[in-house]
Structure formats: structure tokens, C-alpha cells
């Protein structure tokens, strides 16, 4: 299956510093969009970013910033200056399933301690 | 623009019963697509609808089903429930169905999810 990996499962950081989320995909299109989403503990999912597969720039909102290499089929998501508001889960999804859906990964748990 | 609003937002029920769950998704999207979320499996597609027509369907029984209406709101059922059904149901809105356009899947808006428990 062409999936998506996190392989962080927990990440655990004092507040202000940088955290690094990593993400690995695998697919056989060459088009395809790649997202990042937050799930705080409320439980809804909020989009944060789409990167289409033909844009390689890196792009930074704010203290967000992600890193897309192609080479590398990664997409990852830093977190600068990190404060407790940004404990969530992250997850990392990439499009063109089978079904037309979205493949996410497992996801991975942030917590910021002040 | 409101969000995606999905209610109830809690439920729970015993085996065997059945339950509706439904989804209003953003003013103007006609997609609307459904994922279960379980501490073990992670999020799982389990249908979209687009102009009231599923359009795909995940790997889930057939106790698994859905609509969806005129004005593109969407209901999911679950028959026969079992314990393994316990989960956040996700529903999600994009303007655009899946699939239109090969790999490039729309960008999907959730909302809250229905936290179930089958008891």
C-alpha cells in the first residue's frame, strides 16, 4: 500500500523551543497533493497547509514553516518558538487513494510544557 | 463561513442497536466524505458523497452506510452495532468530488466528529 509515515509517535518539548515533525509518503502518481492537518484535544481536525507535488518550494507562516523534498518523498513541519497552545496531535496526509480519499498517516503527539 | 458542524457530538449505545450521525458540511461544498478514527487503525476513509451520490467507498461492512440530500448534507448509519464500532466519526467537506483530476484529492474541512461508544 502507498502509505504515509510519522515515524514520531510522541515528541515531548519545553516551550520556545523548535520541534521538527517529520513526514515520509510513498505513491506511484506524479501529481498529488500533500497536507498537514492539527488535532487538538477537542478532537477536530484543522487544515494547515496543502502543498501541491509541482511546488518544492519550502513555505513558512508565521512560526510554521514546511520543508518538501521530493527526492526524499518527505514533507516536514517545524515548529518554531513552540508554545503550549500548539500541543495537538499532527497528522500528515497525502492524496490520490484508491478511493479518491486521503491517506493519512498515524499521526504525532506534540506536547508543549511550559 | 460556518465550519463543518456534525451532531451529536456524543453518543452511546449498546450492541445490536443502530445509530445516525449527520454531517452539514461548508455552504457551497458538495462533498462531503466520512472517516472512522480509532486508536489502533488511525483514521480510515469510510465513504464520500458528491450531488447525492456515493462516489467511493472505503473497507467497511456493509452495516456501514450513508446519504446524502439535496442541500449536501450527509448522514452515516451504522446497523448491528458491535463494540469494535466505538470511535470519533469524521466528516469532512471539499468543493470538489475525489477523483476528478488523477493523485489530486481536494482539500477536506472537518468538523468536530461524533465521539461514539457502543456499550
Known amino acids: 500500500a502507498q502509505k504515509v509515515t510519522q515515524a514520531q509517535t510522541e515528541i515531548s518539548v519545553v516551550e520556545k523551543e523548535d520541534v521538527t515533525l517529520d513526514c515520509v509518503y510513498e505513491?506511484?502518481?506524479?501529481?498529488?497533493?500533500l497536507f498537514w492537518y492539527k488535532q487538538p484535544p477537542s478532537g477536530e481536525l484543522v487544515f494547515l497547509i496543502r502543498?501541491?507535488?509541482?511546488?518544492?518550494q519550502n513555505e513558512i507562516s508565521g512560526r510554521y514553516s514546511w520543508n518538501f523534498q521530493k527526492s526524499t518523498s518527505s514533507f516536514n513541519f517545524t515548529i518554531t518558538a513552540s508554545q503550549v497552545v500548539d500541543s495537538a496531535v499532527y497528522f500528515c496526509?497525502?492524496?490520490?487513494?484508491?478511493?479518491?480519499?486521503?491517506?493519512f498517516g498515524k499521526g504525532t503527539k506534540l506536547s508543549v510544557k511550559p | 463561513k460556518a465550519g463543518v458542524t456534525q451532531t451529536p457530538r456524543y453518543l452511546i449505545k449498546t450492541r445490536g442497536q443502530q445509530v445516525t450521525l449527520s454531517c452539514s458540511p461548508i455552504?457551497?461544498?458538495?462533498?462531503v466524505s466520512w472517516y472512522q478514527q480509532t486508536p489502533g487503525q488511525g483514521l480510515q476513509f469510510l465513504f464520500e458523497y458528491f450531488s447525492e451520490t456515493q462516489r467511493n467507498k472505503g473497507n467497511f461492512p456493509g452495516r456501514f452506510s450513508g446519504r446524502q440530500f439535496s442541500n449536501s448534507r450527509s448522514e452515516m448509519n451504522v446497523s448491528t452495532l458491535e463494540l469494535g464500532d466505538s470511535a470519533l466519526y469524521l466528516c469532512?467537506?471539499?468543493?470538489?468530488?475525489?477523483?476528478?483530476?488523477?493523485?489530486?484529492?481536494?482539500?477536506?474541512?472537518f468538523g468536530p466528529g461524533t465521539r461514539l461508544t457502543v456499550l
Open positions: 455552504s457551497g461544498h458538495r462533498s
Open positions: 502543498r501541491n507535488s509541482f511546488d518544492e
Open positions: 469532512a467537506s471539499s468543493l470538489e468530488a475525489s477523483g476528478r483530476r488523477r493523485g489530486l484529492t481536494d482539500t477536506q474541512y
Open positions: 505513491t506511484r502518481d506524479t501529481t498529488y497533493y
Open positions: 496526509a497525502r492524496s490520490g487513494g484508491s478511493q479518491g480519499n486521503l491517506i
